[in-house]
C-alpha cells in the first residue's frame, strides 16, 4: 500500500500489529486528534482508544476479521487522551511494508453525522409522540382523498379506528345533515389548484352515535407540475367550545346588562339589552357605529363625549379596566343614564373592547327621590317647630334640631353622643319611658305626657312622641318628638276647675227647675181638689200630668254623671208610677207593661218624648177601656243606628171609625202632633185588637241651645 496514503491522508491513520493490537506507527493527523504525545506510541494499543465498555465491540471485531482481506467496521465509540468520545467508522488492510503482521487502519470521524442523525431521530420522536398525543388529529390522504394515516387522536375524536378508514374516502363518515357537501367542496377547491390551505368547521357523528363539533385545516403537497401527491389534514375537536359559545350566546343575548364587543370605536357585536338602552329597533342600527354616534356633544361633567370615550377606550386597551357613568342619548335626543365596564378582550391574534352597559334610568330616578326625601326630611326635621332629636341605639344623641335646643337650651354640640335620658330627665323623676331598642317600641311608636328640664333648671311638662327606625327588622335609630304643653296644661287644671264649678250649678238649676215644676204640679193639684167642675179638674190633672213629666226628666238630669243623656228604662218607671198616683183611683185596674231596652236620649229629645209618652199613657187610661174594665198597655222603646221608634198599645176597645188626628182636636191630641214634628219624626196609629201609637224619629243628636251648652261642657272635660 502506497507511503503516501498513510503521510498525506487528512484522516487519522495507523498501523497495528494484528496479533498484540499494539499501535507501530500512526500519522500526524492522529496525534493532533486523539491528543496522545508520540514519546507514548510503544505503550499504546487499540483498547487505549477505546471506552472501557466498548471492549467486548472491539473483541468481537477482531474475532470477525479476515486477516488476508480488508475489513470495515460500523460506527464505533473511541475516546481521546482526554476523555472526550467520538464516533468514527475505520476501515483496515493488511500490510506488510517492512512489518510482518500489521494492518493500516483507517480512521473517519463520523461524530458530527452520528450526532444529526441523533437530533433527527430525536426529532422524529418528539413529533411522532405530538401526533399521537396531541389534541389535533392528523390524517393523511393521498392525492385521490384516500386515507393512508390514521392518528390515534383520529381514533379518539370519531371513534373510527385505522383498519375501518384506510383507503376509504370522506365519504366513509357520517356527517351532520348536508356537512358532508362542506368537505367535498373543500376538497374540490384544493383538487382544483386554486388554493393549497382550507379552514372549516362540520359536525359529524362519533362511530358510538353522539355528535361531535369539528375544526378541521388541511394543507396539501404538490410536485414541480402542480399535481396533487398527499393532503394533510389536522382535526380539532371543538365540541365543548362550540357548547360553551351556545350557553355564551345565551348568556350574551338574555342578559339583564347590554354587552358589546369595540374594534377600536366601532361597535362590532352587541345584545339585544344594548338595543333596547339606545331606543332603536335592530342590532343593524348599532353595528359599525360608535358609542359617540349615541352620545350628546357633552358629558355631564363637561368634558367632550368624544374626547373622552376615545381616552377610556384607549386604556381598557392597554389593558386597564375601566368603570365609568355615561349617558348616552337616543335617536330621539333623549338621555339615558348608564354605568359602563370596559376591559380588554384579546381572542387568537386580535384585540378588542367588551364593554357592559347598565341601565341607571330607574337607578338614577330612585337616587334623585331618595335625595328629595332626603332634603325634605332634613328641612323637615331642622326647620320642625317641635323640638326633635335622634338617638342611637344606645339612646345617645345624633341630631336635634333647632327648636330643641331653644327648649331645652342644650347646643347639639354638647349633646352629642351623650345619653338623653343623663340630661334631661330629673333624678325624682321616676316616670318609666321606653328606650331604644326596649320592648315599648313594639308598636312602632309610643307617645306619653313627661316632665323634663331645661339646661337651666325649669320644668317642661311635654308630650313625647318616640318613633324607632327599623331596617331589616333591626333597630337603626329613633326619634324624638317634645310638644311644649306647660301652658296647656295649666289651662287644663283652670278648666277642670271651670267644669267642677259649672257641674254643680247645673245641679243646681236642675234641682231647683224641678223643684218649681213640683210645685207648680202641687198648686194645680190644690187648685183641682178645689174645683167643681169635673172638665176643669180633669184638665188641671192632665196639666199636672205634663208638669211632672218633665220634672221626672229634670230629676234624672241633675242625679245623672254627664247632664246629657238619660235612660229611659228608669224615666219610664217612675212615670208610670206618676200617673198611677195622679189618676183617680178607678183606673188602678189597669196593668202597664215597658220595654225600654237601652234607649238613651240627650235633653232635646228627652222632655218632648217625655210629654209625648205621657200623652200616649194617659190617653190610654181614659180613652182604651170602659168604667172598671181590666186591661193592659204596653210601652216599647227600641233603637238602632238610624231611628228610635216610640210604641204605645192597648189591648181596650180601640178607636172610633174613620178615626183621624186632624179631625180629633183634643189638647191631647194637639200636643202629640205637635211634639212628634218637633222631633222630626212621624206619627203612625191603628186599632186592631186595641190601639197602637208609634213615633219614629232619627236617631240623632237634636240641636239646641240646651244640647250645645251641655256638650260644650262635656267636651271641656
Given at each position: 500500500?502506497?507511503?503516501?496514503?498513510?503521510?498525506?491522508?487528512?484522516?487519522?491513520?495507523?498501523?497495528?500489529?494484528?496479533?498484540?493490537?499494539?499501535?507501530?506507527?500512526?500519522?500526524?493527523?492522529?496525534?493532533?486528534?486523539?491528543?496522545?504525545?508520540?514519546?507514548?506510541?510503544?505503550?499504546?494499543?487499540?483498547?487505549?482508544?477505546?471506552?472501557?465498555?466498548?471492549?467486548?465491540?472491539?473483541?468481537?471485531?477482531?474475532?470477525?476479521?479476515?486477516?488476508?482481506?480488508?475489513?470495515?467496521?460500523?460506527?464505533?465509540?473511541?475516546?481521546?487522551?482526554?476523555?472526550?468520545?467520538?464516533?468514527?467508522?475505520?476501515?483496515?488492510?493488511?500490510?506488510?511494508?517492512?512489518?510482518?503482521?500489521?494492518?493500516?487502519?483507517?480512521?473517519?470521524?463520523?461524530?458530527?453525522?452520528?450526532?444529526?442523525?441523533?437530533?433527527?431521530?430525536?426529532?422524529?420522536?418528539?413529533?411522532?409522540?405530538?401526533?399521537?398525543?396531541?389534541?389535533?388529529?392528523?390524517?393523511?390522504?393521498?392525492?385521490?382523498?384516500?386515507?393512508?394515516?390514521?392518528?390515534?387522536?383520529?381514533?379518539?375524536?370519531?371513534?373510527?379506528?385505522?383498519?375501518?378508514?384506510?383507503?376509504?374516502?370522506?365519504?366513509?363518515?357520517?356527517?351532520?345533515?348536508?356537512?358532508?357537501?362542506?368537505?367535498?367542496?373543500?376538497?374540490?377547491?384544493?383538487?382544483?389548484?386554486?388554493?393549497?390551505?382550507?379552514?372549516?368547521?362540520?359536525?359529524?357523528?362519533?362511530?358510538?352515535?353522539?355528535?361531535?363539533?369539528?375544526?378541521?385545516?388541511?394543507?396539501?403537497?404538490?410536485?414541480?407540475?402542480?399535481?396533487?401527491?398527499?393532503?394533510?389534514?389536522?382535526?380539532?375537536?371543538?365540541?365543548?367550545?362550540?357548547?360553551?359559545?351556545?350557553?355564551?350566546?345565551?348568556?350574551?343575548?338574555?342578559?339583564?346588562?347590554?354587552?358589546?364587543?369595540?374594534?377600536?370605536?366601532?361597535?362590532?357585536?352587541?345584545?339585544?339589552?344594548?338595543?333596547?338602552?339606545?331606543?332603536?329597533?335592530?342590532?343593524?342600527?348599532?353595528?359599525?357605529?360608535?358609542?359617540?354616534?349615541?352620545?350628546?356633544?357633552?358629558?355631564?361633567?363637561?368634558?367632550?363625549?368624544?374626547?373622552?370615550?376615545?381616552?377610556?377606550?384607549?386604556?381598557?386597551?392597554?389593558?386597564?379596566?375601566?368603570?365609568?357613568?355615561?349617558?348616552?342619548?337616543?335617536?330621539?335626543?333623549?338621555?339615558?343614564?348608564?354605568?359602563?365596564?370596559?376591559?380588554?378582550?384579546?381572542?387568537?391574534?386580535?384585540?378588542?373592547?367588551?364593554?357592559?352597559?347598565?341601565?341607571?334610568?330607574?337607578?338614577?330616578?330612585?337616587?334623585?327621590?331618595?335625595?328629595?326625601?332626603?332634603?325634605?326630611?332634613?328641612?323637615?326635621?331642622?326647620?320642625?317647630?317641635?323640638?326633635?332629636?335622634?338617638?342611637?341605639?344606645?339612646?345617645?344623641?345624633?341630631?336635634?334640631?333647632?327648636?330643641?335646643?331653644?327648649?331645652?337650651?342644650?347646643?347639639?354640640?354638647?349633646?352629642?353622643?351623650?345619653?338623653?335620658?343623663?340630661?334631661?330627665?330629673?333624678?325624682?323623676?321616676?316616670?318609666?319611658?321606653?328606650?331604644?331598642?326596649?320592648?315599648?317600641?313594639?308598636?312602632?311608636?309610643?307617645?306619653?305626657?313627661?316632665i323634663r328640664y331645661t339646661k337651666q333648671g325649669e320644668k317642661l311638662n311635654l308630650l313625647l312622641g318616640a318613633i324607632p327606625v327599623y331596617l331589616d327588622d333591626n333597630p337603626i335609630a329613633g326619634f324624638g318628638i317634645?310638644?311644649?304643653?306647660?301652658?296647656?296644661?295649666?289651662?287644663?287644671?283652670?278648666?277642670?276647675?271651670?267644669?267642677?264649678?259649672?257641674?254643680?250649678?247645673?245641679?243646681?238649676?236642675?234641682h231647683r227647675v224641678k223643684n218649681n215644676l213640683a210645685i207648680i204640679s202641687g198648686m194645680l193639684q190644690l187648685q183641682a181638689f178645689e174645683a167643681e167642675n169635673e172638665e176643669i179638674r180633669n184638665a188641671l190633672n192632665?196639666?199636672?200630668?205634663?208638669?211632672?213629666?218633665?220634672?221626672?226628666?229634670?230629676?234624672?238630669?241633675?242625679?245623672?254623671?254627664?247632664?246629657?243623656?238619660?235612660?229611659?228604662?228608669?224615666?219610664?218607671?217612675?212615670?208610670?208610677?206618676?200617673?198611677?198616683?195622679?189618676?183617680?183611683?178607678?183606673?188602678?185596674?189597669?196593668?202597664?207593661?215597658?220595654?225600654?231596652?237601652?234607649?238613651?236620649?240627650?235633653?232635646?229629645?228627652?222632655?218632648?218624648?217625655?210629654?209625648?209618652?205621657?200623652?200616649?199613657?194617659?190617653?190610654?187610661?181614659?180613652?182604651?177601656?170602659?168604667?172598671?174594665?181590666?186591661?193592659?198597655?204596653?210601652?216599647?222603646?227600641?233603637?238602632?243606628?238610624?231611628?228610635?221608634?216610640?210604641?204605645?198599645?192597648?189591648?181596650?176597645?180601640?178607636?172610633?171609625?174613620?178615626?183621624?188626628?186632624?179631625?180629633?182636636?183634643?189638647?191631647?191630641?194637639?200636643?202629640?202632633?205637635?211634639?212628634?214634628?218637633?222631633?222630626?219624626?212621624?206619627?203612625?196609629?191603628?186599632?186592631?185588637?186595641?190601639?197602637?201609637?208609634?213615633?219614629?224619629?232619627?236617631?240623632?243628636?237634636?240641636?239646641?241651645?240646651?244640647?250645645?251648652?251641655?256638650?260644650?261642657?262635656?267636651?271641656?272635660?
Amino acid at each position: 500500500m502506497d507511503r503516501s496514503l498513510f503521510d498525506l491522508n487528512p484522516n487519522p491513520v495507523l498501523i497495528y500489529d494484528k496479533d498484540s493490537l499494539n499501535i507501530l506507527e500512526a500519522n500526524e493527523v492522529f496525534w493532533e486528534k486523539y491528543g496522545f504525545q508520540k514519546d507514548k506510541l510503544k505503550s499504546l494499543n487499540l483498547y487505549d482508544l477505546r471506552p472501557k465498555d466498548t471492549y467486548e465491540e472491539l473483541d468481537q471485531v477482531i474475532k470477525n476479521r479476515e486477516d488476508n482481506e480488508s475489513n470495515h467496521t460500523g460506527v464505533a465509540r473511541h475516546q481521546t487522551k482526554d476523555g472526550d468520545q467520538i464516533y468514527v467508522m475505520v476501515s483496515s488492510h493488511p500490510y506488510k511494508n517492512g512489518y510482518k503482521n500489521a494492518r493500516m487502519a483507517f480512521i473517519h470521524d463520523v461524530t458530527e453525522r452520528v450526532e444529526a442523525e441523533k437530533k433527527a431521530k430525536r426529532a422524529f420522536d418528539e413529533l411522532n409522540h405530538h401526533v399521537n398525543h396531541s389534541p389535533l388529529a392528523m390524517i393523511k390522504w393521498d392525492a385521490d382523498f384516500k386515507v393512508i394515516e390514521w392518528s390515534e387522536r383520529a381514533k379518539e375524536i370519531t371513534g373510527y379506528t385505522k383498519g375501518m378508514v384506510q383507503g376509504h374516502s370522506p365519504e366513509v363518515f357520517d356527517f351532520y345533515e348536508d356537512d358532508l357537501q362542506v368537505v367535498k367542496k373543500n376538497m374540490d377547491y384544493l383538487i382544483s389548484g386554486k388554493g393549497d390551505k382550507t379552514h372549516f368547521e362540520v359536525k359529524m357523528y362519533h362511530h358510538d352515535g353522539h355528535l361531535v363539533d369539528l375544526s378541521i385545516h388541511t394543507s396539501v403537497m404538490r410536485n414541480d407540475n402542480g399535481d396533487l401527491i398527499s393532503i394533510l389534514t389536522f382535526i380539532e375537536d371543538v365540541t365543548n367550545e362550540k357548547q360553551a359559545e351556545v350557553r355564551y350566546q345565551r348568556l350574551f343575548e338574555n342578559a339583564n346588562d347590554g354587552i358589546f364587543i369595540m374594534d377600536g370605536d366601532k361597535f362590532i357585536e352587541c345584545n339585544s339589552q344594548v338595543v333596547n338602552i339606545f331606543g332603536l329597533d335592530s342590532k343593524e342600527q348599532i353595528l359599525d357605529k360608535s358609542p359617540i354616534d349615541f352620545s350628546p356633544e357633552s358629558q355631564p361633567d363637561g368634558q367632550k363625549s368624544g374626547v373622552k370615550a376615545r381616552n377610556k377606550i384607549q386604556k381598557a386597551l392597554e389593558g386597564t379596566p375601566q368603570v365609568f357613568e355615561w349617558q348616552h342619548q337616543t335617536l330621539t335626543g333623549k338621555p339615558v343614564d348608564v354605568e359602563v365596564s370596559l376591559n380588554r378582550l384579546q381572542l387568537v391574534e386580535d384585540v378588542y373592547v367588551q364593554a357592559i352597559v347598565r341601565d341607571l334610568t330607574e337607578q338614577k330616578k330612585a337616587q334623585e327621590k331618595l335625595r328629595k326625601s332626603e332634603e325634605l326630611f332634613r328641612k323637615l326635621f331642622l326647620k320642625a317647630p317641635g323640638a326633635m332629636v335622634m338617638i342611637d341605639t344606645e339612646n345617645r344623641v345624633q341630631k336635634v334640631n333647632k327648636s330643641f335646643e331653644e327648649l331645652f337650651g342644650y347646643t347639639e354640640r354638647e349633646l352629642l353622643n351623650k345619653d338623653i335620658d343623663k340630661i334631661i330627665v330629673g333624678e325624682e323623676d321616676n316616670q318609666i319611658v321606653p328606650r331604644m331598642p326596649d320592648n315599648g317600641f313594639e308598636e312602632d311608636k309610643f307617645y306619653t305626657d313627661i316632665i323634663r328640664y331645661t339646661k337651666q333648671g325649669e320644668k317642661l311638662n311635654l308630650l313625647l312622641g318616640a318613633i324607632p327606625v327599623y331596617l331589616d327588622d333591626n333597630p337603626i335609630a329613633g326619634f324624638g318628638i317634645y310638644v311644649d304643653i306647660t301652658e296647656q296644661k295649666k289651662y287644663q287644671e283652670q278648666l277642670k276647675q271651670s267644669v267642677k264649678e259649672k257641674q254643680v250649678l247645673l245641679e243646681e238649676i236642675h234641682h231647683r227647675v224641678k223643684n218649681n215644676l213640683a210645685i207648680i204640679s202641687g198648686m194645680l193639684q190644690l187648685q183641682a181638689f178645689e174645683a167643681e167642675n169635673e172638665e176643669i179638674r180633669n184638665a188641671l190633672n192632665d196639666g199636672q200630668l205634663r208638669i211632672q213629666s218633665i220634672g221626672i226628666v229634670h230629676e234624672l238630669l241633675y242625679q245623672s254623671e254627664n247632664f246629657i243623656d238619660i235612660s229611659f228604662e228608669e224615666y219610664i218607671s217612675k212615670l208610670i208610677d206618676t200617673i198611677k198616683n195622679t189618676l183617680p183611683f178607678n183606673y188602678q185596674h189597669i196593668d202597664v207593661v215597658a220595654d225600654t231596652g237601652d234607649v238613651l236620649l240627650d235633653i232635646n229629645q228627652a222632655i218632648p218624648s217625655a210629654i209625648l209618652i205621657n200623652e200616649l199613657i194617659t190617653n190610654a187610661y181614659k180613652h182604651a177601656f170602659d168604667d172598671n174594665e181590666a186591661g193592659t198597655i204596653e210601652i216599647l222603646l227600641s233603637r238602632s243606628d238610624q231611628e228610635i221608634s216610640i210604641i204605645v198599645r192597648d189591648d181596650g176597645k180601640g178607636l172610633p171609625e174613620d178615626f183621624t188626628v186632624e179631625d180629633h182636636a183634643s189638647i191631647g191630641m194637639n200636643l202629640i202632633e205637635t211634639l212628634t214634628n218637633q222631633l222630626e219624626g212621624e206619627l203612625f196609629y191603628s186599632s186592631d185588637d186595641g190601639t197602637e201609637f208609634k213615633v219614629v224619629f232619627e236617631n240623632k243628636k237634636q240641636t239646641g241651645s240646651g244640647s250645645l251648652l251641655l256638650a260644650n261642657e262635656n267636651g271641656s272635660n
